[in-house]
């Protein structure tokens, strides 16, 4: 199915210890570029998280917010620092002497400053996190997917309508072909009678000159090539399992490089405004082509 590469999703997932709350966001990119923004003591669950969005985006830039909180209760300790309390100690002693103030002997004075006492927050780790943790956000991806194949199926439609559009434009072009040669034969006749002023006019070298003339406009094969390139374009469409922007993105460059060739072969201007108007709906595909995964 054809997905578009912008989307979003969101997941939450709780148990007794954790609870997670993951949302993903995702915007055109050439490549796959991840940003997980997270709690540091999340870091030794990355790897899993990146290796989970891998398997549901392959291109685009996806931003994963993971909000998480540990709800166990955790074990709560006073560390003192012996060194730093003595050298307090004796350096108010010193200021005592100096300044010829009362001894600081009050211990919730010395404990008061920064460094001497601290509170320590004691943990296990973080067992079972991991399964909150890719819940939540496997919920947010499978979102994400689903709002990126509802606007794929929209692109698909405005894709086949545009393919239509230049596939009947392509027709008119073929057409003109042999009105090309004709026109340029009559041309060629008034010509050579206005140059011959009534003269007898070789008839073998208009043939002749008709039939070169008719070989350098010739632009069948670019015809031919464009009714493939319309042809694979709809079929890629129509059996997208994989990624598939890429496949697109080069289609596009090849018909607007056969366009722009039958045009320059025609030499024709009703050719060349049915080229303009072709360029232009190329144009769209493939703007909306830099939308597809």
Not at 3 to 13: E, I, P, R
Not at 32 to 46: C, E, G, K, N, S
Not at 205 to 223: G, L, P
Request: glycine share 4%; proline share 3%.
């Amino acid at each position: 199915m054809l997905k578009s590469m912008t989307g979003f999703g969101a997941g939450l997932a709780e148990t007794e210890d954790y609870r997670a709350a993951i949302e993903v966001k995702a915007v055109n990119q050439r490549y796959l570029d991840l940003d997980i923004r997270a709690p540091h003591v999340l870091d030794p669950f990355l790897e899993a998280m990146k290796n989970k969005v891998k398997a549901y985006a392959s291109r685009g830039k996806l931003t994963i917010s993971v909000q998480f909180l540990d709800k166990r209760e955790h074990v709560r300790e006073i560390r003192l620092d012996k060194p730093l309390a003595i050298a307090y100690h004796k350096a108010l002693n010193e200021i005592s002497d100096l300044l010829h103030l009362p001894r600081p002997d009050d211990v919730q004075t010395i404990s008061a400053y920064p460094g001497v006492l601290t509170v320590m927050e004691t943990q296990e780790g973080f067992d079972g996190a991991d399964e909150v943790l890719l819940s939540a956000l496997d919920q947010a991806l499978r979102q994400f997917t689903e709002m990126r194949e509802k606007e794929g199926e929209n692109l698909k439609a405005d894709f086949l309508k545009r393919i239509d559009l230049l596939s009947k434009q392509v027709e008119e072009v073929a057409a003109l072909g042999p009105e090309i040669v004709r026109q340029y034969r009559e041309r060629l006749e008034t010509t050579v009678k206005e140059v011959l002023a009534g003269a007898e006019i070789d008839e073998t070298r208009i043939v002749q000159e008709t039939a070169i003339y008719s070989d350098r406009v010739n632009f069948t094969e670019e015809i031919v090539r464009l009714r493939s390139h319309f042809e694979q374009f709809r079929a890629i469409l129509e059996n997208a399992e994989a990624p598939v922007g890429r496949k697109l993105d080069f289609l596009i460059q090849e018909m607007n490089r056969e366009v722009n060739t039958t045009a320059s072969k025609a030499n024709n201007v009703c050719a060349a405004q049915i080229a303009v108007e072709m360029k232009s709906e190329i144009e769209k595909l493939r703007e909306q082509v830099q939308n597809i995964e």
